[in-house]
């Protein structure tokens, strides 16, 4: 964790300093072809180290990608890995599709869908299924299969994440079956929102810089594409959504 927390400070002196100390004590423990495999809370570590650093260090990709995707990879693989290694191992591969999607190897994809089918609903699952929304550009299809598999809420920021995703889409297009799904969906969400906690609802799956942006973008809808705002409407069962969508939409205190 701390390792982290100075990798997302995104200091110049902490990314020599990984290079030249941190990598060197972990990058074994990285190697799924090891010998002697490292205890599973080591290999959980390594992979957290390695994601921070892809993710936040200028420049660590190409020294540290391919050897944090065969890790990845391997415990997705694995059906005995601990859940909160297959969750970090599927959040890996969404920070390798955000950074280069086509440098993916070709059964990642079917890696994350087979710990779809095979996990229970949790953490495993809801990093899974944005890993593989992220891995769209190799294949347009994966958006609808995201799309409806959601919502998402055992990982409260996995959760988060795909409701701002649901937000981009809505700002991209407000016509058509995706920006119904997607109102549907952030719907469900408002339902579980509460105002009245600031400045974020430590169990909601909206963040509240996200919530303001949905609110002025249904009032917008209401002008604009009422016909998506009702067809998402018909498509909810369940009435807290269905109320809360409308309180969003109606601008008046």
Known sequence: NALGALAKLGRPAYARRFDAVVAPLFLDLLRPDRNDPPPRDAAYAAVCVFVDAVERIPDAAPKYAALLQDAALAALADPEAPADLVATAAY????????????????????????????????????????????????PALLDFWLRRLPLADDLEEARR????????????????RAVLAVARLADALADYDPDQFPDPPTSTLDARTHRHLVLR???????????????????DDNSSRLALMRACDPSP
């Open 162 to 177: 795909a409701n701002r995703a649901l937000l981009d889409l809505l700002d991209a297009s407000c016509d058509g079956p």
């Open 92 to 139: 890996a591969v969404a920070v390798l599709a955000r950074a280069d999607p086509a440098a993916l190897r070709p059964d990642a994809v079917a890696r994350l869908k087979a710990r779809l089918d095979a996990d229970p609903p949790g953490t495993v699952r809801d990093n899974c299924l944005n890993a593989l929304f992220d891995l769209r550009a190799t294949d």
């Open 218 to 236: 249904l009032q917008a809808l209401r002008t604009h594409a009422p016909h998506t705002l009702q067809a998402a409407y018909d498509a909810l």
